[in-house]
């Protein structure tokens, strides 16, 4: 039990210097490792499931660090970021 205590502890001592993005990016990849591989019960598994939660914490993380900031489409069909209306 301690051990685990002392490896949750440096986790999060290290996530603690990371911006947003990496942050989401970590914790969704493991996140996502955890889940594909208890709900397929293989390593494969696992792996999608740390690409997907890779992905998407990434993605979320990228939002959070752009406050104020929206996606936009022009006519063209092309996003760009601006600052929100």
Request: net charge positive.
């Amino acid at each position: 039990m301690m051990k685990k205590i002392v490896l949750i502890g440096a986790l999060v001592g290290a996530l603690a210097s990371c911006t947003a993005t990496e942050q989401g990016t970590a914790i969704g990849a493991g996140t996502g490792a955890v889940i594909g591989g208890a709900v397929t019960n293989s390593w494969g598994g696992a792996a999608v499931g740390a690409v997907a939660g890779g992905l998407t914490g990434a993605l979320i993380g990228q939002s959070v660090e752009r406050r104020g900031y929206c996606i936009y489409r022009d006519r063209y069909g092309r996003r760009y970021e601006a600052r929100c209306r």
